[in-house]
């Protein structure tokens, strides 16, 4: 048995590499929402933890750090983002423009890394489109209503004007009748 293989095979249980899990790799969000970037990690060590974004626009650097250190947010990020010891960032207040892939990579002391990727998607809250809508059809309905109560109201004014006018002709020819009727009578 030779003790160089020994050390070797030791050395290799003990160092296991870095393992990375992404709960979540889709995310869909809206405007003006928090978002967790959620990864767990485990390696011998403490590690370096990096996020980087992708877009159509390219690839920027948003927070690398040491669990339990400061972390070095870029400036595009400040008071945007708060970092977690399990590596996970939390993005405050994301924007259509945040859409795009998220990159985190872990990397411990001997050079062992792994990485991966969350994507994410923001989409425009339409609240506003449909509080108008909503306020155009209401007033859309109270036109209508107002509109069907003043038809209702002239129909029944035409219905009695119409009422009266034959009451009227009905008395006026009957008059004529009586008064023809004495004329014959008279002569």
């Excluded at 977690?84 to 985190?104: A, P």
């Excluded at 002709?169 to 009578?185: A, F, G, H, R, Y």
Aim: some cysteine.
């Amino acid at each position: 048995f030779c003790p160089c293989l020994a050390g070797s095979l030791s050395l290799q249980s003990f160092s296991q590499g870095v393992s990375l899990y992404i709960p979540q790799p889709a995310i869909n969000a809206t405007v003006e929402e928090d978002i967790l970037l959620s990864v767990e990690y485990s390696c011998d060590g403490v590690p370096t933890i990096e996020w980087k974004y992708t877009s159509s626009w390219g690839v920027q650097k948003i927070v690398e750090w040491k669990p339990g250190t400061q972390a070095n947010i870029s400036q595009s990020h400040k008071d945007r983002v708060c970092t977690f010891d399990n590596g996970s960032i939390q993005l405050f207040s994301v924007g259509v423009r945040d859409s795009g892939s998220y990159i985190v990579t872990v990397t411990e002391r001997l050079g062992s890394s792994r990485f991966g990727t969350i994507v994410l998607h923001v989409s425009e809250i339409l609240y506003e489109d449909l509080h108008f809508v909503a306020v155009f059809l209401a007033f859309l309905v109270a036109v209508a209503a107002l509109l069907i109560s003043l038809m209702w109201v002239c129909n029944k004014c035409a219905y009695k004007f119409q009422r009266k006018r034959r009451h009227k002709l009905k008395e006026s020819t009957t008059e004529e009748i009586e008064l023809q009727d004495i004329e014959d009578i008279e002569c």
